[in-house]
């Protein structure tokens, strides 16, 4: 708890001043992640183009390559925080159990974090 | 005794307005989308794994279904990506009238159509 140099309560020291400053931050967050996201996508899909039709060592190849493999690590991290603050979203307005909307909404970031992690080594991996 | 109110909107007899329909297809689309996560771990897995694993990732994405489930997930992300774009518009305060908002709808699907057939033609002559 912070410590307070008067008598009050803390309830009664926040009273007044407003909000804590993060009560956008996810609305926030999903518009940042959704804008990065328009530019990590043209690029993505044309890697996907390249890579569909290669083989191990051109797929290799094309991961190797410094520019490719920051903009694929990047979707990966933009992409699956996108994600979470969207499934969120949905969890929030559809469960209406509390305590299972909590669950579900850690659950998926936990997945999101792993898979993210998962997908960063691999490309990382692939790229050195 | 509770007394018998009318539920709005009622949803089993009431038809959707595309800006309706487009709402929900957003959301929907955004729930597929995030499936993609997994699979594209599993690729990436696939190719730092070795050349095996990666030409079974390759056997899986060429066979029909695998490019049958390629082609909707293609098809949820021009959505949702051009819809997206929308809502970015509405939230700086563009087009938020109704006439604008059904006219931008159209506009969003008939985008979402021309770059999934541009997608799909540039696979098919890259192939």
């Known amino acids: 708890m912070l410590k307070s140099s008067s008598m009050k309560t803390p309830l009664a020291e926040?009273?007044?001043?407003?909000?804590?400053?993060?009560?956008?931050?996810?609305?926030?967050?999903?518009?940042?992640?959704?804008?990065?996201m328009i530019g990590l996508v043209a690029w993505m899909c044309v890697i996907i183009?390249?890579?569909?039709?290669?083989?191990?060592?051109?797929?290799?190849?094309?991961?190797?390559?410094?520019v490719n493999a920051a903009l694929v690590m990047l979707f990966i991290g933009v992409g699956f925080w996108h994600s979470s603050l969207g499934l969120q979203v949905v969890l929030e307005d559809y469960v209406a159990h509390e305590g299972v909307r909590l669950a579900l909404i850690v659950a998926i970031r936990m997945v999101l974090v792993l898979l993210g992690a998962v997908s960063l080594l691999s490309v990382l991996k692939i790229a050195l | 005794m509770a007394r018998q109110r009318p539920l709005s909107p009622h949803l089993q007899v009431y038809r959707l307005p595309l800006p309706a329909i487009?709402?929900?297809s957003h959301r929907m689309t955004g729930i597929i989308l995030s499936s993609g996560t997994l699979m594209l771990t599993l690729y990436l897995v696939a190719l730092a794994n070795g050349p095996e694993s990666f030409a079974l990732a390759q056997k899986v994405i060429a066979h029909p279904i695998g490019m049958l489930?390629?082609?909707?997930?293609?098809?949820?992300?021009?959505?949702?990506?051009?819809?997206?774009?929308?809502?970015?518009?509405?939230?700086?305060?563009?087009?938020?009238?109704?006439?604008?908002?059904?006219?931008?709808?159209?506009?969003?699907?008939?985008?979402?159509i021309v770059l999934t057939a541009g997608l799909w033609g540039l696979i098919f002559s890259a192939v």
Request: glycine share 12%; hydrophobic share 50%; aromatic share 12%.
């Open chain 1, 14 to 36: 926040a009273r007044g001043l407003g909000t804590a400053k993060s009560g956008l931050s996810h609305w926030w967050h999903q518009r940042l992640t959704a804008i990065a």
């Open chain 1, 49 to 66: 183009v390249m890579l569909i039709g290669a083989d191990y060592p051109g797929a290799m190849a094309i991961l190797s390559h410094p």
């Open chain 2, 22 to 24: 487009m709402s929900i």
């Open chain 2, 69 to 112: 489930v390629l082609f909707g997930y293609s098809v949820a992300l021009f959505y949702h990506g051009c819809n997206g774009v929308r809502h970015l518009f509405w939230d700086a305060l563009i087009g938020l009238n109704i006439p604008a908002i059904y006219k931008s709808g159209q506009v969003v699907l008939v985008l979402a």
